[in-house]
């Protein structure tokens, strides 16, 4: 299948639109957005975990695999997604939560239970005999131990995300059927694309050893068996068919284990989530740890990692923005009124047209922004609420914590989707579940489509330019201007005919020393032109040369 001319929408259910009036968002409000997300010319919808769930960690802390949370609808109301996506040419993505499940899950249940079958699908070890503390000093990254004691069985549990998120035991090989078993199931149901989430996490330790410089995630990130258990996943499930798109989010993972893991030839995954690029505006390690945007760092991250991966024959989902991330255009562009839409397309342009799939997250094509809650009291994500206490106890001062988890906080792209500029800005008829951005009277889906200078159009004829152009599917990326620290730039090429990709990442105008001549193919000035002068604050401009 050509990877090259697809993209993929990603909805966050519980905050794109709510259809039922608890605030909530659901699976009937995507249904009624359909028209919406096809206008953009996406081919997949990525759905976040909608299945059975107590919500700890927002849907990914599953408790059934198999069945809809009454929150978000039900089985006749996913049927009819499903199929009215199909009439509309989408197929759907579905979130495959494999490293970890809720600890309400009756599997996890059974174990509390005793039930020997059902510890063997989690990683229950003894507490350090001299003192019976957690087996390994290893950190959650939701903060505190990655160990949580069970008193009646006298073990600990690990949970490599929230406590309530038991890690499962893929040396298992019930376990590597059961999450097969589920795979197929959706198949069955027609799904046709599945994200695996942290799966490269899933491949633990023979040893459990403490970490003595580090959290031990080096322990258990692109372990010993990942590639058999993918390999293994590929073979009994999705890779019987020729139709259905995977992909791997791989936090912190390396060049080596990316390439093998969406190789075509490796029988693993179709492609992969890389966030080496995202690491530009906080000290590496320390996400809480701001620091001033380094364009140098975006280039070398970005580029060397597309042209690694490349010449490997690995595959790249291409993407700024997910419901972990803050938004990119208050990260790097400029959410100001002056340069939000600009800086929004410019950024746009600088990675969908790299070799790859894009993943559009909800929001970003109407230049949606941080939401710079002015209290911890707004905020809901589990991770920034601990990180904040976390801070506290470190010494950082109220004002400064909160600075922190307003620029990184996970909630930045989980206010609820700006349909309009009414009440609650068409997302619900009532208190959402997260507050709304208070800008969201001024950025909205129904102002960006009316407006002369939309963000969504300009998403929709980028994807339009992949579509017709078998130079930005498959072309060679080549960098240019590497040490210019305003303008990003690449060229796609096979050789004979080239699309040059001209970026302008600062507010500055500056002379065009980029190109001269050629076709344009797209720009975000009204008059961007192949012959002009100058490159002005945050213009794009892609060119075809002679
Ligand atoms: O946002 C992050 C913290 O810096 C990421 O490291 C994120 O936690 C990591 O990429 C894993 O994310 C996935 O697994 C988590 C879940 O909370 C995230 O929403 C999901 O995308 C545990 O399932
Ligand atoms: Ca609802």
Redesign the pocket.
């Known amino acids: 299948m050509n990877l090259g001319d697809k993209s993929v929408y990603q909805i966050y259910i519980k905050s794109f639109k709510d259809s039922n009036g608890d605030g909530i968002g659901d699976i009937n409000g995507i249904t009624s957005k359909l028209d919406y997300i096809k206008g953009l010319g996406v081919d997949y919808i990525w759905i976040t975990p909608f299945f059975l769930s107590p919500q700890e ?2 849907g ?1 802390d599953i408790a059934d695999y198999y069945k809809v949370d009454p929150m978000y609808g039900t089985m006749a109301d996913l049927d009819n997604l499903i199929t009215s996506a199909k009439n509309i040419g989408i197929e759907l993505m579905f979130d495959m ?1 494999f ?2 499940c809720s600890t309400d899950n009756v599997w996890f249940k059974r174990a509390l239970e005793g039930d020997e079958k059902y510890k063997d699908y989690f990683i229950f070890k003894k507490g350090k005999k001299e003192n019976n503390t957690p087996p390994t000093n290893w950190k959650s ?1 939701f903060g505190g131990s990655a160990w949580e004691y069970v008193p009646n069985l006298d073990e600990y549990y690990l949970h490599l ?1 929230h406590r309530t ?1 038991a890690d499962l035991n893929w040396d298992n090989p019930e376990v590597r059927a059961e999450c097969a078993n589920i795979v197929n199931f959706w198949i069955k149901k027609g799904i046709k694309g599945f994200r695996f ?2 799966i490269n996490l899933i491949s633990k330790p023979k040893e459990y050893l403490d970490d003595d410089d580090g959290d031990g995630s080096r322990f258990y990130t692109d372990g010993a068996k990942m590639h058999e258990y993918l390999r293994e996943l590929n073979q009994v499930s999705f890779g019987k068919y020729n139709d259905i798109v995977t992909v791997g ?1 791989m ?1 912190s993972s390396d060049l080596e284990n990316c390439v093998k893991y969406s190789n075509p030839k490796n029988k693993e995954l179709s492609m992969i989530f890389d ?1 080496k690029h995202l690491r530009v505006d906080y000290v590496p390690g320390n ?1 809480w740890d701001n620091q001033a945007f380094d364009i140098k760092r975006l280039k070398d991250n970005l580029f060397g990692w597309q042209l690694a991966m490349s010449k490997a024959g690995g595959w790249n989902a291409l993407f700024w923005n ?4 803050p938004r990119i255009v208050s990260r790097i562009g400029n959410d100001s009124e002056q340069y939000r839409v600009k800086s929004a397309q410019s950024l746009a342009t600088l990675m969908y047209l790299l070799l790859g799939t894009p993943y559009i997250y909800q929001g970003e094509e109407i230049g949606m922004t941080n939401a710079y809650f002015s209290d911890i009291s707004h905020y809901r994500d589990v ?1 920034s609420i601990n990180v904040y206490s976390d801070l506290l106890n470190e010494g950082y001062s109220e004002k400064t914590t909160l600075e922190k988890i307003q620029a990184h906080s ?1 909630d930045n792209s989980r206010t609820p989707m700006q349909w309009n500029g009414e009440e609650l800005s068409g997302f619900s008829t009532t208190k959402p579940w997260l507050e709304l951005n208070n800008n969201y009277q001024t950025i909205n889906a129904e102002k960006d489509l009316n407006s002369e200078d939309s963000i969504y159009e300009y998403y929709h004829k980028i994807l339009q330019l992949r579509k017709d152009n078998k130079l930005i599917q498959n072309g060679r990326v080549e960098e240019l201007f590497h040490n210019d620290t305003d303008i990003i730039g690449y060229l796609r090429t096979d050789g004979q005919q080239q699309i040059k990709v001209i970026c302008n990442l600062s507010d500055k105008e500056l002379p065009n020393e980029f190109f001269r001549d050629g076709e344009l193919l797209i720009g975000n000035y009204e008059d961007s032109n192949a012959k002009q002068t100058t490159i002005r604050p945050y213009e794009a401009v892609v060119i075809k040369e002679k």
Do not use: I, T
């Open positions: 960690d927002n990914y939560v490293n970890h990254k995300f998120q989430d942290v989010e936090p966030f996400k997910n419901h972990d991330q991770e996970r």
